[in-house]
């Protein structure tokens, strides 16, 4: 593991054709267009598709992964109107109690 840290602090200081290496050039730039991370972008963008859809429920959604049972609760302000519907689930494998969820359009 510890090659791996150096071999990216290398890339990372490693001098370009500009004369700066990705490290400067990051400190450098204007971070005032950055956006924020949050758990929604992340799942999008790194979670794992729940191979099934799922059913809402009065007790929520319940669904398996690595043959673990989980139930999330989906505080909409529709939820009783939506029960019965079917939703996609992208949970984190890392961290299961956190997940997005996309409500299937018929």
Sequence with gaps: MQHIVYSCDY???MIRDNGKSLYQDWTE???SIDRIL?????LELFGKLHEYTNTLTNKGIQ???DKKKFTYML???DFYS????SYNIIYDPND???I?????RW
């Design 11 to 13: 890339w990372n200081n």
């Design 29 to 31: 730039a204007d971070h």
């Design 38 to 42: 949050n758990d929604k972008m992340r």
């Design 63 to 65: 669904i398996t992964i």
């Design 75 to 77: 505080y909409d302000d």
């Design 82 to 85: 939506t029960i019965g519907m």
């Design 96 to 98: 299961p109690s956190c």
């Design 100 to 104: 997005y969820s996309l409500r299937q």
